[in-house]
T-cell receptor
Framework: SQQGEEDPQALSIQEGENATMNCSYK?????LQWYRQNSGRGLVHLIL?????REKHSGRLRVTLDTSKKSSSLLITASRAADTASYFC????????????FGGGTRLMVKP | DTEVTQTPKHLVMGMTNKKSLKCEQH?????MYWYKQKAKKPPELMFV???????INESVPSRFSPECPNSSLLNLHLHALQPEDSALYLC???????????????FGSGTQLSVL
């Protein structure tokens, strides 16, 4: 079953602009992760934020986590055409094995 | 080596065929996973192996049969598939199953499967 819902489903921006993607989830979690997927390829791990953390940075990426609202956001600053991809949040805690469950994803297009 | 290698990259098979998907990692990871992904959808978990033992089977039909011959290899045997099984099949690995929360997954590039 799908634990996370992502918003928006699709986002189109110009190079240099910032892109913000949101993820909401239903059950309590241990951690939340963000992945990137280029079309028809495997997923690449971007960042992991634990339930006791509120914000994390990695290069041009900034992730926030609000456990009281059961939501997270991924901000990509100064976007590049190469950032064009689908972005998925993934949470654990939704099943007996604490396996990762992926949200529906945001398809980001960055126009040069 | 931080790669998960999947072969073949593309596979076309008929409904009566038997084929296998292969996955290999040399990072010393003890947990390995099969995911299925339909176009424009998120990956869905199929199987999890932990220390070479099947840990989770997400109610996958028996026409999909996983196998973990050793700690570096993971196979998915396919038999009598249906056209609706056409999808991208992704293999992933992690250091181990974490009791305190899932650690990050390393994914292969996937096998794009078409069932005719």
């Amino acid at each position: 079953s799908q634990q996370g819902e992502e918003d928006p489903q699709a986002l189109s921006i110009q190079e240099g602009e910032n892109a913000t993607m949101n993820c909401s989830y239903k059950t309590s979690i241990n951690n939340l992760q963000w992945y990137r997927q280029n079309s028809g390829r495997g997923l690449v791990h971007l960042i992991l934020i634990r339930s006791n953390e509120r914000e994390k940075h990695s290069g041009r990426l900034r992730v926030t986590l609000d456990t009281s609202k059961k939501s997270s956001s991924l901000l990509i600053t100064a976007s590049r055409a190469a950032d064009t991809a689908s972005y998925f949040c993934a949470t654990d805690g939704n099943n007996a094995g604490n396996m990762l469950t992926f949200g529906g994803g945001t398809r980001l297009m960055v126009k040069p | 080596d931080t790669e998960v290698t999947q072969t073949p990259k593309h596979l076309v098979m008929g409904m009566t065929n038997k084929k296998s998907l292969k996955c290999e990692q040399h990072m010393g990871h003890r947990a390995m996973y099969w995911y299925k992904q339909k176009a424009k959808k998120p990956p869905e978990l199929m199987f999890v192996y932990s220390y070479e033992k099947l840990s989770i089977n997400e109610s996958v039909p028996s026409r999909f049969s996983p196998e973990c011959p050793n700690s570096s290899l993971l196979n998915l045997h396919l038999h009598a598939l249906q056209p609706e099984d056409s999808a991208l099949y992704l293999c992933a690995s992690s250091q181990e199953l974490g009791g305190g929360g899932m650690e990050k997954l390393f994914f292969g590039s996937g096998t794009q499967l078409s069932v005719l």
